[in-house]
């Protein structure tokens, strides 16, 4: 990998006409991340990755202004809670959904 300062970014993004970077696939605890005077965003969107890290997803919202918004979530649950209100909703009454962790996650 590459590690660079905000020279760098700011000369890339001017050379290139861009407003910002946005860049993915680099595990962030919250999510995302914004560095180099808010220019370049690191987003990463595998809650939980591989099922141990603990790290929040997020998506961005990009407005037609290019204001931004970061929509962060956590993993989802491992096993569905089922109630009779679930009638209706494609799970069983009384079924509950589990998930088994591959060992090579473990």
């Not at 760098?8 to 050379?15: L, N, Q, T, Y």
């Not at 680099?26 to 990463?44: K, L, P, R, W």
Request: proline share 2%; aromatic share 10%.
């Amino acid at each position: 990998g590459f590690a660079w300062g905000n020279d760098v970014s700011k000369e890339f993004r001017h050379r290139n006409g861009l407003d910002m970077i946005v860049r993915a696939h680099q595990m962030v605890m919250n999510g995302y991340e914004q560095a180099h005077d808010e220019q370049v965003v690191t987003i990463f969107s595998a809650p939980n990755y591989c099922y141990r890290c603990g790290n929040k997803a997020c998506l961005m919202e990009v407005s037609e202004s290019m204001d931004r918004t970061y929509l962060q979530f956590d993993r989802a649950s491992t096993a569905a809670q089922t109630t009779d209100s679930d009638e209706g909703s494609g799970v069983a009454v009384g079924s509950s959904r589990s998930s088994v962790l591959p060992d090579y996650f473990l």
